[in-house]
C-alpha cells in the first residue's frame, strides 16, 4: 500500500488520557515525516478529511462512527484507536499503534470495505449508518405492528418490540444481543431481526446488498423512533415508508497485515 503523508487525528476528549495520546501520535508520525492535524470536535467538521491520506481515530467505536460521513465522501481509510470497552471497529490498542506505526505509515497495512445503509425517509431524506438501523417505540412500552416489503412482495407483518437491520459489520452488535447471527463482514449481506416478536418462530432474515426493503407501520398511535448506529434520529409516523438498502459507497478500514475477523471474535466474545 501506498506511504501515509497526511495524517489527521480525531480525538474523543471523553477518554482518559486521549489528548494526550493523540499528542504523542502525532509526534511520532511527524519524526517519520508526515504532515498532523489533530481535530477535538465530536462529531468532526466537515472537510476536514478533506486532502488526507488516513485518519486515527482516538476513542472507541463511538469515535470512528462519527467520522463516517467524512470518510465515506473522502474516501480517506480510518484507523481506529480502542481506549474504550469493547472495540470491535477501533482493533488497534494503544500499545499496538505505538509499536506499530512506522510500519503504518510506511505502507504495511491493508485496507478493508465496509457496507453502509443507505435509508431514506417518507421526505425523500437519506441517511447513512455502518452498524444497524433500529425501529422501536419512542415512549410506550407496547408491541408495534411493522410491515416489511422487498419491492412489491411481503416479507411479514411484524408485532415485537421493534426491528433491528444490520449490516455485516453491525451484525456483532444489537443484531448479536436479539439473537441474530454474525455475519463475515465482507460478505454481500445484511440482516432483518425482530426484537422480542409475539410470534416465536419470527426470525433472522438475510438479504443480498442489492435489495431494498420498505418499511411501513400498521398502527397510527405507534409513537416510533428511528435510531442509525445507536444515535435517534427521526420521530413520528411521517418518516414512514423508509426504504432501506446498502448505500453504492463503503467506507474504508486500514487494519493490520495481519488482521483476522475471527481472531477479533475469540477475543472480544471471549470464546
Known sequence: MKR????AILVNQNKP??????AKVASLAEMEGCETKISLDYPVKDDF???????LSVGGDGTLLSTLKESVKHQVPIVGINLGKLGFLATYSEEDILNNLKDV????????YRG?????????KSHVALNDVVIRQNYQSRLIRLEVYLDEQLVNNYYCDGLIFATATGSTAYNLSAGGPIIYPCDKVFALTPICPHTLTNRTVI?????RLTVHCADEHSQLAVYFDGQKSLEGLDCFPLHI???????????PQNYSYFQILRKKLKW
Open 207 to 211: 438479504f443480498s446488498d442489492d435489495n
Open 4 to 7: 501515509l503523508q497526511k495524517i
Open 105 to 112: 505509515i510506511a505502507g504495511n497495512y491493508q485496507v478493508l
Open 49 to 55: 478529511l478533506a486532502g488526507q491520506d488516513a485518519c
Open 116 to 124: 453502509l445503509f443507505d435509508c431514506v425517509s417518507a421526505d425523500n
Open 245 to 255: 438498502s446498502i448505500a453504492k459507497q463503503r467506507l474504508p478500514l486500514l487494519l
Open 17 to 22: 488520557r486521549a489528548e494526550e495520546f493523540a
